[in-house]
C-alpha cells in the first residue's frame, strides 16, 4: 500500500512492444555475439539488439523474483547484469524506445539517477505517445524531493495519456505537497476516483479532490477581490 508520505515503489515496466520478436537461434543463453559488431550488417544489429534486450527481461525477472524472495544480493546480480544487455541492446540499436525506458527503470532500482534520468528523457524522445518515460521522470524527481520538477513530469505524461494511473497518483501527490491546483489537477484528482480500483488510493483521490476544489475556490475568489 502507497502511503502519501512515502515514496511509490519502482515500476518495472515491460512493454508489449519491446521485443517483438527477433531472438537469434540457438544464442538465448548467451550475452556474447558471434560476429563482431563492428562486421554486423543494419539488420543484423537490429536483431542481436533484440536479442540483448531479450536477455534483459529475463535477468529484470529474475531480479524481480528474487527480491520477492528475500534474495537481495541474487536480486543485485539479476538487476545490474539486465542493465549491462540494455546498455548494449541500445548502442546497436538506438531507436529501441521501450528498451531505454526499461533501462531507465532498472537504473532508478539500482540508485543511478542520473543515468536514469538520460535513458528516459531518450525513450520519452522516442516515443511521443507514451506516458512511461515522463512517469518514471516524475517518480525520480519524487524520490530525490524535487516536487516542482516531478509535477511537470507528471503533467507531460498526463498530456500523452490523461488516465494514466500512475502519473494522476504521482500528480496528485506533488500537487498536494507544493499545495498548488488548477483546473487541470481537479481533474487529475476527480479521474483518479473514478479509475482507480485500489480502495485507498481512492479514499486520498476523494480527501484531495475537495481540497483542490476548496483552494481552487479561494484562489478565484482571491482574484475576483471578493
Known amino acids: ?14 512493454a508489449g512492444t519491446l521485443l517483438g520478436t527477433l531472438v537469434l537461434a540457438g544464442c538465448a543463453s548467451s550475452g556474447r555475439s558471434a560476429t563482431p559488431v563492428a562486421e554486423m550488417d543494419p539488420s543484423a544489429r537490429i536483431a542481436e539488439a533484440h536479442r540483448l534486450a531479450e536477455l534483459a527481461q529475463q535477468s529484470a525477472e529474475g531480479s524481480s523474483r528474487a527480491s520477492a524472495s528475500g ?9 545490474r547484469r539486465a542493465i ?36 528516459l528523457q531518450r525513450a520519452a524522445a522516442l516515443s511521443p505517445t507514451d506516458p512511461r518515460p515522463h512517469d518514471n521522470l516524475g517518480l525520480i524527481y519524487h524520490l530525490t524531493g524535487y516536487d516542482e520538477q516531478a509535477l511537470r513530469h507528471y503533467e507531460d505524461a498526463l498530456e500523452r495519456d490523461p488516465n494514466y494511473l500512475n502519473s494522476l ?21 476527480e479521474r483518479g476516483m473514478l479509475i482507480d480500483t485500489d480502495t485507498r488510493w481512492r479514499e486520498i483521490f476523494m480527501r484531495e479532490r475537495l481540497q483542490f476544489a476548496a483552494m481552487l475556490e479561494e484562489k478565484e475568489n482571491r482574484q475576483s477581490g471578493r
Open 1 to 14: 500500500m502507497i502511503d502519501l508520505n512515502n515514496p511509490r515503489p519502482v515500476r518495472y515496466l515491460l
Open 71 to 79: 534474495n537481495e544480493e541474487k536480486a543485485t546480480l539479476e538487476r
Open 84 to 119: 549491462e544487455y540494455y546498455g548494449r541492446a541500445v548502442t546497436l540499436h538506438d531507436a529501441m524506445g521501450a528498451a531505454w525506458n526499461n533501462l531507465g527503470v532498472l537504473l532508478i532500482e539500482d540508485g543511478r539517477y542520473m543515468d536514469a534520468s538520460r535513458a
Open 169 to 189: 497518483r504521482g500528480g496528485v501527490l506533488a500537487a498536494s505537497r507544493l499545495s498548488v491546483v488548477n483546473e487541470d489537477i481537479v481533474g487529475w484528482a
